[in-house]
């Protein structure tokens, strides 16, 4: 099983619509989550991170479910601006002691076009 | 800030060639990051770095593979020699330490990334 895993897609969805992907991950230690986007043949850019208690970035909502291990982000009002692959990322704390030592993991991403 | 740089941002090349990528990160950050990235394996970490010195190194797929950073603002990784399996984009990414370990404190910044392909 993989890390980290999300749905590849793509989804295809018209302009205004509500998307919604989900991410799981495996190790249950995870400490740290995030949501980055990347655009065609550009880097990844964090788009938000995601905390506890679910967060919310203007059309943006992230959400984190422990006991099930998986984090969602709902994409409200899309604009065809929002085309991208979104990553959904994980961090684990190394096994040596150091508040900086940490692995992230990256999920394969899930490809999003809005359609006009 | 510039950001993290990259160099080259695309490169080609004959299968046995060497390759070096360069990267410098953001003043200041602490950690600096290489990875790899396929559409059939996404983004793999290579190796990573803090403080210079080489931390974790499991990614790096074989001896061909090496990277350095020899002072706080560069470090390159290098193939040698190059196969066409090594065709992927390289990212270097940097980031800063820091005590709090909420969500929003490591975060990643990525360079634009090197194109390579190997004939």
């Known amino acids: 099983r993989k890390e980290v895993e999300q749905d590849p897609g793509p989804f295809n969805v018209p302009e205004g619509a509500t998307v919604a992907f989900n991410c799981t991950y495996s190790?249950?230690?995870?400490?740290?989550f995030f949501w980055y986007r990347q655009d065609c043949r550009k880097e990844p850019k964090l788009l938000m991170s995601?905390?506890?208690s679910g967060n919310e970035d203007g059309r943006f909502t992230a959400q984190l479910n422990r006991a099930s291990q998986y984090i969602s982000l709902l994409i409200r009002d899309s604009k065809l601006s929002d085309s991208a692959t979104y990553l959904c990322v994980v961090s684990e704390i190394g096994t040596i002691s150091n508040f900086g030592n940490e692995k992230l993991t990256f999920g394969t991403g899930t490809r999003l076009t809005i359609i006009p | 800030d510039a950001g993290v740089i990259q160099s080259p941002r695309h490169e080609v090349t004959e299968m046995g060639q060497e390759v070096t990528l360069r990267c410098k990160p953001i003043s200041g950050h602490d950690y600096l990051f290489w990875y790899r990235q396929t559409m059939m394996r996404g983004l793999e970490l290579l190796i990573y770095f803090n403080n210079n010195v080489p931390i974790d190194d499991s990614g790096m797929p074989e001896d061909r593979f090496s990277a350095k950073m020899p002072n706080a603002s560069f470090s390159t990784l290098k193939i040698q020699p190059s196969e066409p399996r090594d065709s992927a984009v390289y990212f270097c990414?940097?980031?800063?330490?820091?005590?709090?370990?909420?969500?929003?404190?490591?975060?990643?910044?990525f360079g634009a990334g090197s194109r390579l392909t190997v004939l």
């Open positions: 190790n249950s230690a995870s400490q740290s």
């Open positions: 990414a940097s980031r800063r330490s820091s005590r709090d370990k909420s969500s929003g404190a490591n975060v990643l910044t």
């Open positions: 995601v905390y506890s």
